[in-house]
Every structure is written in C-alpha cells, then in structure tokens.
C-alpha cells in the first residue's frame, strides 16, 4: 500500500496512508492521528479492517515517519497541520481517531473546527497529559534507554515481549529532538475546562491496564463531554489499538456506523 505526500502550507512533504483507488463520496472518511514519536506504523493493525468500508488515512504529524518538519511543541501548532491537511484535501465531515497526543490534537479540534468533523474518538487520551519531569530529560540525556522505559511503560505487563520489542523498535525511528518536543507539548497541554464544550459524536476508547493515561482520565472526558460513550477493553494498555486490535476496531466501526 503506498504512502502519499502531500504540500501542506509551509510544511512540505507532509505523508499520508490511504487506499491506493483513492477517496470515494459514498464511504466515510477516517483520520488516524498518531501520538508521541508515533507515524502511521502506529495504526498497522487498522488498516486491513477500515479499508474494507470506509476511507481511512493514516497521517504522519510534521516530524514524523516520512513527513518534513521538526514537530511542534505545541497541541494547537499540531490541530493547526491537522486542519491545514483536511482542508489542503478538501476532506470534509472526517471521522478523527486520535492516540494519546493524538487525542489531544483532536480535542483541540472538535473545539476550533468541528464544522469539518462528523465525529471523534479518543484513544487512550486525557484532558491532560502531564509527562514526568525525568522522562523529558532522560530523552535528551540518555534517549535509548528513555524509549525502552517508555514503552515498556506503554504496554500492559501482559503484552508479549516481541510486541514490546517492536514498539521500542518504531518509537526509536523518532528523532530525541521531535519525540522531546511531543512530550513537551502533551505536558503543556490542559483542556480541563474546554472538554465540557465539545459538542461531537464521541468515542472514549481506553486500555483497563493504561498506566500512561489511567482509565479515570477517560471516564473525566465521558463525564464532561455529553454526546460520548465509554469504552474500556480489558488486557490492554495505553497501546490499546494494538493489544487489542480485534475489539478496538470493532468499538471504532460501531460507532462510526451508529453515527451516519
């Protein structure tokens, strides 16, 4: 399947999954958004399934796997991309599934732009994201040592130890410098008091073993965000959408379905 690229603003080069026969007015698009030193290897084990009925695009952030740029070190600067590549596409009325600072971009746009979204799932994600003052400063000081830790953390203890291998593998393809400024702007990021405004269809899908982002930081967004539905899938961590592939996809085409 190829990767696509396409100019988006000032940042050049920005790659993108789809389906090779192209976008379809009869099918629903589905934007993945990935998170921290994440690129569109983090949702493998979607495409197969969304593809088969509807137009899911796997986009990679400024910085990440084939895209230019140097990331952001900010959630807004990063909506501000997202929004750019939907308009530079002329995508309209997109389904947004967002990971983790993923998540977060997709807050931020159900708030300033949900005139180009139909509807919003929110994946192992927090109306805050505060990252340990250590794991900042073990990315610029000691980075391959740093990216074990976190992913190890990422994953539930029962995750096979080639999955976590291969997460290590993926999260060390990240530049230190992008992966640092992702960290950074999902520890500045605070949506407390903005949560309770969006007004969007939304999915609320979580790992129960997540140690990253707990099960109480979805059901916070599900008690604040009116039109939502909780999920939480056991044996999974905060990687939930590929320790659980099989359930969370099924979650995902759900809703997506009892939407239209």
Known sequence: MPTFRVEVGKKKGMSYWAREKGFSEERETVLFIHGAGGSQLSWGLQKGFFEKEFDPILIELPGHGESGGDGEEDIAKYADH??????????????????????????????????VIRGIVLA????????????????????EETVKKI???????????EVIEAGIDHLMKCRSQ?????????????????????????LIVCGKED?????????????????????VLPGAGHMVMMETPEAFNRKVRDFILGVL
């Open 151 to 161: 992913t190890r953390f990422a994953f539930s203890r029962k995750a096979p130890q």
């Open 124 to 143: 192992g994600t927090g109306a805050r994201l505060k990252v340990l003052p250590a794991v900042l400063n073990g990315i610029k000081d000691n980075f």
């Open 82 to 115: 997202v929004y750019a590549f939907l308009t530079t596409l002329d995508l309209q009325r997109a389904f947004l599934v967002g990971h983790s600072m993923g998540g977060a971009i997709v807050q931020t746009l159900a708030i300033t732009h949900p005139d």
């Open 211 to 231: 140690e990253m982002t707990p099960v109480k930081y979805s059901e916070f967004l599900h008690h604040h965000i009116q039109s939502s539905k909780l999920e």
């Open 178 to 202: 992008v992966l640092y400024a992702d960290f950074l702007a999902c520890d500045r990021f605070d949506f407390m008091k903005e949560a309770g405004m969006i007004d969007l269809p939304t």
